[in-house]
């Protein structure tokens, strides 16, 4: 469901389910074991979540390493090969995302989803950790001050919304080739169930204090500001707003039904 297990991050969280930070440990696991039979008969939400985690591992790389200002976690310059690995695992999603869903309604491991698997572990674990992050995760670290919010998604899901607000910034700031790759993830996600709008959120923008917050601790993340422009209030809210308004168009266009498949009515906390 993250991309956690790979890394020598730990993030941290209040008992209330906020964002503190993350520590840094000498070392990465040595083994990580992942048995894909019991993947394979779990439900389909945590591995949906993860797909929204690693997704946004290869465009935060991408801002990384085309800002020469910006760093990876290690505080050091994103290397190709991150990019690389990055890259791969965005096309492995792309390809067998879907694929992998229908492994789970068999209940029988396959091929599409083990390298879903790699993806979402492996490949999104070496690739944030060595590649970076950018404005995708610190709106979904952000997202998760806002209670209604993390009452009701998983860490994966919040970065969703992340990932399509920081392309709609990057677009917004006139970096090439944005608006095409927003609709292809935008697509993606309402296909396998992922949030694209604050709507799927349960993020209500009348609720001011929510919306001070959220802006607050989003700038609060030093990898918020390895975007190549500078990041303010004003710019994080009106990519918020414009990615909201453009995700509801996907919503209109693909509908909303593997989204609300995994969020019935009676499973979101009241708001």
């Known amino acids: 469901s993250t991309d956690a297990p790979c890394s020598a991050l730990s993030i941290m969280y209040s008992a209330e389910g906020a964002y503190l930070g993350g520590e840094v440990y000498p070392q990465s696991p040595s ?13 389909r939400r945590p591995l949906v979540s993860g797909f929204g985690d690693a997704m946004s591992t290869y465009y935060e790389a991408r801002t990384c390493y085309e800002n020469p200002q910006a760093l990876s976690m290690l505080e050091a ?3 190709q ?5 990055s890259k791969l ?16 309604e068999a209940g029988v491991p396959d091929e599409a989803l083990e390298r879903a698997v790699e993806a979402n572990t492996l490949l999104s674990g070496l690739g944030f950790e060595s590649g970076g992050l950018a404005a995708s995760h610190a709106i979904a670290q952000a997202l998760s001050w806002v209670h209604a919010v993390h009452d009701n ?3 994966g899901e919040m970065v969703a919304i992340g990932l399509l607000t920081m392309l709609t910034m990057e677009e917004l700031q006139g970096l090439p080739g944005r608006r095409a790759e927003y609709r292809r993830v935008a697509e993606f996600f309402s296909k396998v169930g992922l949030p694209v709008c604050l709507r799927h959120a349960f993020f209500d923008p009348s609720d001011t204090a929510s919306v001070d917050q959220f802006a607050k601790v989003t700038l609060e993340q030093w990898f918020c500001h390895n975007e190549p422009f500078p990041m303010t209030k004003e710019l994080v809210l009106e990519s918020l707003w414009a990615a909201d308004k453009a995700g509801e ?19 979101a906390a009241k708001l």
């Open 153 to 155: 998604l998983m860490h």
């Open 89 to 104: 695992c965005a096309e492995m999603l792309y390809e067998n995302g879907l694929l992998a869903l229908k492994a789970l």
């Open 81 to 85: 090969t991150a990019l690389a690995i």
């Open 31 to 43: 083994i990580v074991a992942v048995d894909t039979e019991v993947i394979a008969k779990a439900g």
């Open 249 to 267: 168009e996907i919503v209109r266009e693909f509908g909303d039904a593997a989204y609300r498949s995994l969020h019935p009515p009676s499973t």
């Open 77 to 79: 310059r994103p290397t």
